[in-house]
């Protein structure tokens, strides 16, 4: 028997779900295959409703709303048809077919468009043949045995001379002139706590929090602050998941924080989603150089630096309040072979090779949830992923829980990412995470011409779509 | 089976549920009758004491049971509120339909300590649950106790547990029952106010006395503050049983842990002495 | 005592493979990590430490309890017992001493928890003693050793470019006759692994309540996320959590299975009750309590201290939450 794809289309009530009845009011054809789930828009069909969907078996999905102007609710569909594309670029590049999902607009009068596409979606899905995504089995292991595929500076390490971080004169220079201006922010009282970076007893370049002004020997700064301190302050400054409560509105808790281009970056698109206020955060700006590898879990003075940072531009923090250092020495030009290391490896292969690279990396993840935790931008209350009723994942530590958190995680950070690489650094069993997050940084760039935290603006997915934006 | 059932303390017993009703908001008592073996387990629990019950495909969680064991007949009260996935599941459930009981679990109430001790009985909503079969044994043996204090507490009237069962507890010797709610509806008769208002207006005196609560942990500590700092009473005498989202009931997940304490081997049942010197605040 | 050449070694592990499951470390991706393997030449024989620990073989992240299925309105359940002997080959003395503080709880505590304690009695243990001690070990200051044979059934020692083989226990002393390289005949004795000893003292559970409410808790937790990696890489972390999940396949409707998976007390939801209040809900007492139940709780409730010294949460940690700093800390006066 010739193989029968299962299909769930999402019907947006107002349009498409009528269009589909017109269609069969006038006896047109349409395929057994589709069942249909009537939503009340369009824009109501997250991509985690569409990832859930493939893991429990749909071989396609086929979202249908109104056309762009006919929204109910006017700009609904703007946001199906701003996600849709990112999904499918992120989907692909876990290993499905992107053809498996489509986004069409059919209105209530179009039911001849309808069957078209309805017709047309299920031959393709028939040609794809039956999905391979859902593992399944308990304790199923997954190895790769190609060629690895590099996400790490050795990539092109024959230029590690020229990028190669040492410990020198500059960053005890600097550590002074942060440690003066710790200790003259927290004397005036103008903040209640200084998170920067100390050396711990181990030698391991850690966080640091100081509230008394002669604490402030205490923080350094040097080739191994790696961490991104803004993923504190929403727990520190507004309601996150460590405070909880609301805080006293007449009181708000301030504090100032060491922050390197990139957690700059990170600031604005905390402040574009209103985490905080501008005025709770007095920002400690570092002109930054590049921070070395394995920084944070060893104490070496020296060494090749990180792999987001050879691939980095942005030298001195967007938004600041004090400068350290000198912007000019520490200005680089980029190759731009060099911005995505490994994922135009991953490009060229095909669906199913990625989908094994992937199952073998997300077979290590024990799902600790240290990339969330690390991260500033992951900040729900509770994770959608952690739910004790989520419907989203299950718990379980096998491959296609730990798949289903980190895709659902990489595309709740298209266009928030900032690529401070805090979660692959944090990840103890090495998962390449950078590889989805700055495959998702490209996607929006390409499609949107965005790239996060460079303003406070609010990222694309929560914006209409603009009138020079393509339509899919 | 049921030696093989019985051996992996994880397996439930299989219970069908013989009554399903709702007795307030959001709140249903659900009857189970015990099957395959599970009937001897349960034929001899404390009141106090606990059960996971099982919504099959969803999760099992820990409930007090609220009757007492009805000379051998194998059935369990259990009133649940809706709350969480399992609590929800079960609230889909009816007559007939099966769920699975791993118990009972914990120390209980020792209400043999009890005997001809003036009882204090407060419960604060779904709290009510597990000092019901406290009620019943005074209720079977009632020589055996002083004088019964009910003081019976629910953010409103529609969240009262067992309203039905208030004229059968109120026509019991030597027994008085006090009502209130936080918010009162123009049907309501009873007393309006917190139940720390009420139990300083009833202010029972704490001679010969033992004050059992069950109810949020915010309402243990303050009605625990009223009994200490305003009445009188010593925290010895006041017994409070204490909840976690545990997940096993046998001591191994940790999951409630109190700090030197678990709640499913060393409780539920704690007086607020031993509560007091827990290093970490249940609160 | 025994002693076998390296290769006498594999040929006898590579007989054992294909009798039952051999889990020996391999290097996956650059981790090391416990896995089966079908003969011996992937397995890694020079290592300081496993990524994980051998306590995801006895107690894995994720375990079907029981088989749950709904038909015409009866409920049946096939209780799920591992099944199957295997054979642990490298296991490092902390890990093995992590099993026995596992075993306190699981086995020692009534009632048995039967799907660990069949993992155990089904799985012979030979230990590998350690060459060196690594940056971040304390084993010896937790009463432990590199060459320590506690736990194992059969114990080797690497010397004179072979291995010292010492049978401890039945279960050793079964699998050693599977192959014939056990001698029995051998004078070379092990040399003890050279192991510096720290000034880090475990102090004893007496000593923990009294500084309960020290301000050091919060100090030190203000730096932690709050994720899950100190407990999941322990040896001696047992919490876990139990949920149903519909299967998936034909008929999900009707088949579920009841599985338990890893917690930890990081996490923020762990101590909540039912009705939403969460008495752990700072990152400093939850932190704290990790602490407390290592060295205090645990061994007030089970026996042994929950800490093998491995040292795995130390280099784990990414922003450098150090439980030796919490014992310099304790054993300050």
New interface residues.
Partial sequence: MAFEPKIIAYLCTWCSYTGADTAGIARLKSPANIRDIRVPCSGRVSPEIIMRTFE??ADGVLVLGCHIGECHYNTGNHRAAKRLPVLQALLAYAGLEPERVRLDWVSASEGERYSRIANDFTDTVRTLGPIHW?V?E??A?F??EQE?ISHRYSAFSDEQPKHAVYHTAIYDEQTLILQAAARELLTNKLVDCVIGFEV???G?T????IHQPENVERLVWNQDCT?NLS??LSKKLGWG??G?KKKQPDKLPKAAVVVKPCDSRSINVLLAENRFQRDQVYIIGMACDGIRQGA??SNDKSGPIQTRCAACNVRTPVVYDTLIGDSEATYREIPPEHIYPGIDHLDALTPIERMNFWL??FD?C?????C???CPMCDCP?CLY?R??SLWV?????VDEKRAFHLGRAYHLAGRCVGCN?CE??C???LPLSLIHRKMAQEMETIFGYRAGMAVVPPPFVTILGGEENLP | MSDKLASNPMLPYLGKLVEVRDIATEIKLFRVEMLNGGGEAFHDYKPGQFAFVSAFGVGEAPFGIANIPNNGDPTLDFAINRL??VT?DLHELGVGDMVGVRGPMGNGFPMDKFKGKNLVVIGGGIGGAPLRPVIQTVMANRGDYGDFLILWAARNPSLLVFTDEYDQWRATPNTELYLTVDQADSTWKEGVGLITQLLEKVAPSPRNSITITCGPPIMIHFVNRVLVEKLNFKPEQNYVTLEARMHCGIGKCGRCNLGTKLVCVDGPVFTMAEVGALLESFL | MNYLTHQELAAWLDHLAQEQTLIAPLN????I?Y?PVKDTHEVVWDFTRS??SVKDVFF???E?LMLIEKLNGQVKLTETLPEGESIIFGVRPCDARGLLTLDALFIENEPVDPYYARRRENTTLIGLACPSVG??CFCTNVGGAPDDPTGMDIMLTASNGGYVAEIITEKGEKISKKFPVFDGLSEIRPHPTHARKRELRVPPKEAWPARFNDDFWA?MA??C?????C???CPSCRCF?V?D?AL??GNGQNQAER?R??D?CN???YRKVAGGHNPR???NQRLRNRFFCKFYYFPLHYGPVSCTGCGRC???C???V?IT?VL?YMGRR
């Fill in positions: 429990q078996g859902r399944a308990r304790g292991h190895v790769w690895p711990g007893p181990r391991r850690r966080p640091a929090f961490h993923a504190y998941t460590d909880g944070g879990f073998s990396q290590r024990i799902r600790c949830y240290a969330r935790q690390a509770i952690e004790d009723d299950g718990m379980g530590i096998d805090e650094r944090a103890p069993m090495d | 969480g996935s929800t | 996956i991706a650059g981790n990590l896995r990524f994980m894995p992240p994720t079907r940056a971040s100090e203000e730096r996320l709050s994720c899950r990696i407990a999941y890489v959590d949920r999940e998936p396949g599985i998976c890893w930890s996490g923020i939801p809900f700072m990152k130390i280099d784990a990414p922003v450098n150090d700093e310099i």
